[in-house]
């Protein structure tokens, strides 16, 4: 992997020691400590005619290994197709106390122009083609607070997550329209919700690809539409579906620094869009003649960055950008000077950068999503999920080095995955 990156043998040293307690303590306030977390690479992703490694920080047992052998089978249909919207961000303004909404609004976008050239306060964003895009109003007319209006700022955010640009240009904006509306400004704020924001991913795997000798393959792609379709239909389905997608894009987001929870909740408020929870992929069968293949897609709100935040100031997240080829271009080593501006890195970051990390990431969820449906429709999620928590249940035990392997295949052969029956069999 260190090869396949280039990474130095001091990067390659970070990876295993991570932050160090002084850089922690700038991170977060009350520091008391470090919380590591395994990182792994998701293998065998091809991804737009590309190969990547995947870096993923996860607990969860069979994530990895689920996700690189789903990535295997989609590389027998040509791998996963990918695409996203320009990187756009909401942020929204609460007004409140508002006598004629009508005339309000009216004034609102016949101010766009002057609304926007307010909202401008990152010269740097708008120099690299960024900044203020659009003015929306939005109202609600019966809310437990009264009636209001909502004014949507759209933001271009380039290689940023966006948060702080959003809330900042929402702040500056707010005495304007406070007097274009006669109301009084509430919250100023981006929105998690981040809709025009949007990455997908597609995949379409021959039938075929899944004969084994317990199982045809044609059996199995519709064994795969049909609990897909139960999710799209059923929300307590949906949410454990849309769990499984998250072991995996969860898993990149941490590992590359961005904020997990934000996309989680921009996700799920877009499976709702229809006034119903539902599942966030589509899979469903296609025939042409005797020929049946099985296609993929998923598509949802990806507000993340390759710039701010943890991005840059969490060494590991930095070689985990690096590890997908989405580092900045000859960016300073540590000790060679001062580090370079976000605006300067976004400027020459390699391949679209935040846009492609949003079209990985999509990629990825995808293939969580079938390792996790294939399972399911064949030999249940439970047996390989297990064998491999055997192993975490082992070292519970107090197993070390060789012991765990022995305790943890005697656990599975018996069927007993239990910390009671472990240490039974560690004192033997």
Not at 305 to 329: D, E, M, N, W, Y
Request: glycine share 10%; proline share 3%; aromatic share 4%.
């Amino acid at each position: 992997m260190s090869k396949w990156a280039a990474l130095t043998s001091e990067e390659t040293a970070v990876l295993a020691e991570s932050i160090g307690s002084e850089q922690a303590d700038m991170m977060i306030e009350n520091v008391v400590g470090r919380y590591a977390l395994p990182l792994g690479i998701g293998a065998n992703f091809l991804i737009d005619g590309r190969d990547y490694l995947i870096p993923m920080a996860v607990e969860e047992p069979s994530v990895v290994a689920a996700v690189s052998a789903a990535a295997l089978l989609a590389r027998e249909g040509g791998g996963f197709s990918t695409g996203s919207t320009d990187p756009v961000m909401i942020a929204q303004i609460q007004l409140l106390d508002v006598v004629d909404s009508a005339k309000a609004m009216r004034m609102i976008l016949a101010s766009r122009e002057e609304i926007l050239d307010c909202a401008d306060t990152s010269p740097s964003l708008t120099r690299l083609g960024g900044g203020p895009k659009g003015v929306e109003v939005r109202q609600l007319p019966d809310t437990p607070a009264g009636p209001m209006l909502i004014v949507h700022l759209l933001i271009d955010c380039r290689d940023a997550m966006g948060a702080n640009a959003a809330n900042t240009a929402a702040e500056a904006v707010a005495p304007l329209l406070e007097q274009l509306s006669g109301g009084r400004a509430g919250l100023r704020i981006l929105s998690n919700l981040s809709d025009r924001r949007r990455a997908w991913a597609e995949v379409e795997i021959p039938a075929a690809a899944f004969d084994n000798d317990a199982y045809d393959g044609k059996d199995v792609v519709r064994g795969i539409a049909e609990a897909n379709a139960f999710a799209f239909a059923d929300s307590y389905r949906a949410a454990t579906h849309n769990k499984g997608i998250f072991n995996g894009i969860d898993a990149v987001l941490l590992a590359t620094g961005n904020d997990w929870r934000a996309v989680e909740a921009g996700a799920h408020a877009w499976a709702a869009r229809d006034g119903q929870y539902r599942a966030l992929t589509d899979w469903h069968v296609r025939a042409c003649g005797k020929f049946e293949s099985l296609f993929g897609r998923l598509e949802l709100p990806m507000a993340v960055g390759i710039v701010g935040g943890a991005t840059q100031s969490h060494p590991s997240a930095r070689l985990a950008l690096k590890i997908l080829g989405l580092a900045a271009k000859n960016e300073t080593e540590p000790g060679a000077g001062s580090r370079r501006s976000d605006e300067e890195v976004s400027a020459e970051t390699w391949h679209q950068g935040a846009r492609r990390l949003s079209e990985i990431v999509a990629a990825v969820g995808l293939a969580q999503n079938l390792a996790a449906l294939r399972a399911l429709a064949t030999t249940g999620i439970q047996k390989g999920h297990m064998r491999l928590h055997a192993r975490q249940v082992a070292v519970a035990a107090g197993a070390e080095g060789e012991e765990v392997e022995l305790v943890a295949r005697q656990l599975v052969t018996e069927g007993k995955i239990r910390l009671e029956r472990a240490r039974e069999l560690l004192q033997k």
